[in-house]
Nanobody, 124 residues
C-alpha cells in the first residue's frame, strides 16, 4: 500500500516536497515512480528511481527542477519540486514497479501499486 502526501498550494517559483510512504517489507524491491494528472488531461510520467537509487529518469518538462530521492530505511520515496510553474498543477501519484520489470517506466502499465494522489496547485 502506498500513501502519498505533501501536496498543497504554492506560488510560482516556490518549492514543495511530496512524500510517498509504503507499507510492507519489500519496498527496496521496487522501482518507484511519480506520475501526475492535470485537469482534463491524461496521466503523465514525471520521474522514476531505481530500487537501490542506482538510476533516475525525468520527464523533459521537469528535468533540472525536480529530484526523486528515496530512503529505503523509511520505506519512503520523495519528489522534491523546485522552481514550480503553474503548469505543474496536477494531482500527483506515486507508483511501484517490481525491480524485475524490464519494460518502459514511462507508461502506467508497468506499475503494480498506486498511491491515492495528492493535489499540487501552483498559483501564478
Amino acid at each position: 500500500q502506498l500513501q502519498a502526501y505533501g501536496g498543497g498550494l504554492v506560488q510560482a517559483g516556490g518549492s514543495l516536497r511530496l512524500s510517498c510512504a509504503a507499507s510492507g517489507r519489500t519496498f527496496s524491491s521496487y522501482n518507484m515512480g511519480w506520475f501526475r494528472q492535470a485537469p482534463g488531461k491524461e496521466r503523465e510520467f514525471v520521474a522514476v528511481i531505481g530500487w537501490s537509487g542506482g538510476f533516475t529518469n525525468f520527464a523533459d518538462s521537469v528535468k533540472g527542477r525536480f529530484t526523486i530521492p528515496r530512503d529505503n530505511s523509511k520505506n519512503t520515496v520523495y519528489l522534491q519540486m523546485n522552481s514550480l510553474k503553474p503548469e505543474d498543477t496536477a494531482v500527483y501519484y506515486c507508483a511501484a514497479a517490481p525491480k524485475t520489470y524490464s519494460g518502459s517506466y514511462y507508461g502506467a502499465s508497468g506499475y503494480d501499486y498506486w498511491g491515492q494522489g495528492t493535489l499540487v496547485t501552483v498559483s501564478s
